[in-house]
């Protein structure tokens, strides 16, 4: 009977987050791609005109649908995994702690698959010549002309250094607001409830991180890498606060928070609905 327990529960622990975070990532960047585009464009240091106005906003969604599965496949599965390894060890008033170090280590690890992607996709985005450019040929140019760590992980700092805090926040708040809802749902919590939280979870992460993502498009976007000081985070925030002010900070603030939220919604109602039919399959109920 031992024998036939352990591979059951490391399949219902291990491959639902596994499946569902893939089927949630593919959803999400495939419905909201084009408001991704915009995002980029506004926050484009060549202006959103220049970069391609409204135009070709799909541009560079092939890209994005064949590495979103194992992105965030890969993120659920840590953060899961980190998550139930950790929860046992500490009390339940800590449990936000729990959260952080879980995304923490799943935002790093999706951030291996994640960055060669963002650099092609934002490169396409703004790319106002033949729209016959590949995302293999932009990465190619990328590591001939700058070479592996310097082009194709171009920004992997700043994409990091992004993606942490907005993780910090919005998984901790996604898990909260959940939390609440069971406590007046006599613990029960919907799927569609679990992604009305993701959805505000995510809006309020998103605005608040708005300026780190601004900084991490414009390392991408930038020609060669030889400025390398200007090539980090808060040079960029700097100059962009001279050159723009406060404001310019927060250049596509909305269509950002718009698209989480959103993206929120869909992302975290996909993840629940598929990690809960794929539980109760994979355990036989």
């Known amino acids: 009977m031992a024998g036939i327990s352990q591979p059951k529960s490391f399949k219902t622990t291990h491959v639902p987050p596994l499946i569902a975070g893939a089927l949630a990532g593919v959803s999400v960047d495939v419905t909201l791609y084009p408001l991704d585009t915009l995002k980029t464009r506004l926050q484009s240091a060549q202006g959103f005109q220049k970069a391609g106005g409204f135009r070709g906003v799909y541009r560079g969604l092939l890209t994005v649908a064949a590495t979103s599965m194992p992105t965030t496949a890969l993120f659920?599965?840590?953060?899961?995994?980190?998550?139930?390894?950790?929860?046992?060890?500490?009390?339940?008033q800590y449990a936000p702690l729990t959260h952080m170090l879980a995304a923490s280590v799943g935002e790093v690890l999706a951030c291996v698959i994640r960055v060669p992607t963002e650099i092609a996709k934002q490169r396409k985005q703004t790319y106002v010549g033949s729209n016959a450019i590949s995302s293999v040929s932009i990465l190619l140019h990328a590591y001939k002309s700058e070479g592996f760590f310097r082009g194709v992980y171009r920004g992997f700092g700043s994409t990091v250094l992004r993606d942490l805090p907005f993780?910090?926040?919005?998984?901790?708040?996604?898990?909260?607001?959940?939390?609440?809802?069971?406590?007046?749902?006599?613990?029960?919590?919907?799927?569609?409830?679990?992604?009305?939280?993701?959805?505000?979870?995510?809006?309020?992460?998103?605005?608040?991180?708005?300026?780190?993502?601004?900084?991490?498009?414009?390392?991408?976007?930038?020609?060669?890498?030889?400025?390398?000081?200007?090539?980090?985070?808060?040079?960029?925030?700097?100059?962009?606060?001279?050159?723009?002010?406060?404001?310019?900070?927060?250049?596509?603030?909305?269509?950002?928070?718009?698209?989480?939220?959103?993206?929120?919604?869909?992302?975290?109602?996909?993840?629940?609905?598929?990690?809960?039919?794929?539980?109760?399959?994979?355990?036989g109920s």
Not at 214 to 219: E, N, S, V, Y
Not at 241 to 260: D, H, N, Q
């Open 76 to 92: 659920f599965a840590s953060y899961e995994a980190t998550k139930a390894q950790c929860q046992p060890l500490v009390s339940p």
């Open 167 to 283: 993780s910090f926040i919005e998984l901790p708040v996604w898990e909260l607001l959940k939390s609440t809802v069971r406590k007046h749902n006599d613990g029960q919590i919907s799927s569609f409830q679990s992604a009305l939280c993701g959805s505000i979870a995510g809006g309020f992460a998103a605005g608040v991180t708005t300026p780190l993502d601004l900084a991490k498009t414009r390392i991408m976007l930038g020609d060669g890498y030889s400025v390398t000081r200007k090539m980090r985070i808060l040079p960029v925030l700097i100059d962009i606060y001279f050159e723009s002010g406060f404001k310019g900070l927060f250049a596509g603030v909305m269509p950002r928070m718009t698209a989480i939220m959103i993206g929120g919604f869909v992302f975290f109602g996909v993840y629940d609905d598929s990690k809960k039919y794929l539980e109760k399959y994979l355990d």
